[in-house]
Nanobody, 122 residues
């Protein structure tokens, strides 16, 4: 069992930056690939990016590539999402999730956090 808690969301102007954190409980954090997803009102949950168990491999959605960076610190049981050059269309609830495999599909993820709101004003 893994419990995930996101933090770091908030209101930011377009062009600004935010860093989200996702703290995981348990001693098995390093055995999971981690993903970030987002969901805007009235839309389906959308893949943002994912990072491998060791942190050596990352994958991103085209919509965030070059602006967002995922990293992890297995000693701290935490995964991060650094978001730069934010746009109003990045406004959403952001979720972190844990999976056995590095996949972009939400169906591949076994554990989810409660989400943190990111709002980007124009």
């Amino acid at each position: 069992q893994v419990q995930l808690v996101e933090s770091g969301g908030g209101l930011v102007q377009a062009g600004g930056s935010l860093r989200l954190s996702c703290a995981a409980s348990g001693r098995t954090f390093s055995t999971y690939a981690m993903g970030w997803f987002r969901q805007a009102p009235g839309k389906e949950r959308e893949f943002v990016g994912t990072i491998s168990k060791s942190g050596g491999i990352t994958r991103y959605a085209d919509s965030v590539k070059g602006r967002f960076t995922i990293s992890r610190d297995n000693a701290k049981n935490t995964v991060y999402l650094q978001m730069n050059s934010l746009k109003p269309e990045d406004t959403a609830v952001y979720y972190c999730a844990a999976a056995q495999l590095l996949r972009p599909s939400p169906d591949a993820y076994d554990y989810w956090g409660q989400g943190t709101q990111v709002t980007v004003s124009s």
